[in-house]
């Protein structure tokens, strides 16, 4: 059983910052990979980027691709999410997950799910 807690949405201005974290707790926490997820009203939910066990490959969207990084402490027990360019087409709640998935996209292969955490870009 794992434990996701994010933090650290907010409002920001476009072309402004946030760092997303997710707290990662409980039994075999070296075991997964961890996605990051974001769902906008009335839209899909879109994968954001993912972070392997391993903590060293790394996917992105297209759409983040350049602006948005994901991180790991060695203990990996944190993962972060660094927001930068924002644009208003970010705002979403920004979920993070835990699982084992083949496709890192594939949110169906994610077993564990914070709560959420909510970013708005706006002007």
């Known amino acids: 059983q794992l434990q996701l807690v994010e933090s650290g949405g907010g409002l920001v201005q476009p072309g402004g910052s946030l760092r997303l974290s997710c707290a990662v707790s409980?039994?075999?926490?070296?075991?997964?990979?961890i996605g990051w997820f974001r769902q906008a009203p009335g839209k899909e939910r879109e994968a954001v980027s993912c972070?392997?066990?391993?903590?060293?490959?790394?996917y992105y969207a297209d759409s983040v691709k350049g602006r948005f990084t994901i991180s790991r402490t060695d203990s990996r027990d944190w993962v972060y999410l660094q927001l930068n360019s924002l644009k208003p087409e970010d705002t979403a709640i920004y979920y993070c997950?835990?699982?084992?998935?083949?496709?890192?996209?594939?949110?169906?292969?994610?077993?564990?799910w914070g709560q959420g955490t909510q970013v708005a870009v706006s002007s």
């Open positions: 997950a835990a699982g084992r998935p083949i496709l890192w996209t594939d949110s169906t292969r994610y077993n564990y």
């Open positions: 409980g039994s075999a926490v070296n075991y997964y990979d």
């Open positions: 972070i392997r066990r391993s903590g060293n490959i790394t």
